[in-house]
């Protein structure tokens, strides 16, 4: 698996990414960092505990890092994550059941594109 379809197969945009990067060389090293992204394991564990501050904190540096990255199906799940958890009270079923639900989508394209990433790094 290249980089390229580490893109295609996660819904990102490569053209985009590489022309970010300069070249794909650079973009692969920076693809392969990814795996050590802190934000996503940071989301979950402020999720785990209900800290609607740290998660939301983890959720908008991860929307970035997506921005960044051109994981454009990511972003978009990151993005509602990021609108849902924006005003969420921990002590409000309703805000969390919110949160909890737009975490599904995000947690399929994040486990899709580490997932990639991997098979990447095996050839």
Known sequence: MTVRDVYEATGGDYESAVRRFMNESRLEKFVKMFLDDPCYRDLETALSVKDTEGAFRAVHTLKGVCLNMSFSKLFESVDTVTEALRHADADNADDMARVYDA?????????????????????
């Not at 975490?103 to 990447?120: F, G, N």
């Open 103 to 123: 975490m599904k989508p995000l947690r399929i394209h994040y486990s899709s594109i580490i997932d990639s990433i991997r098979s990447m790094c095996q050839e």
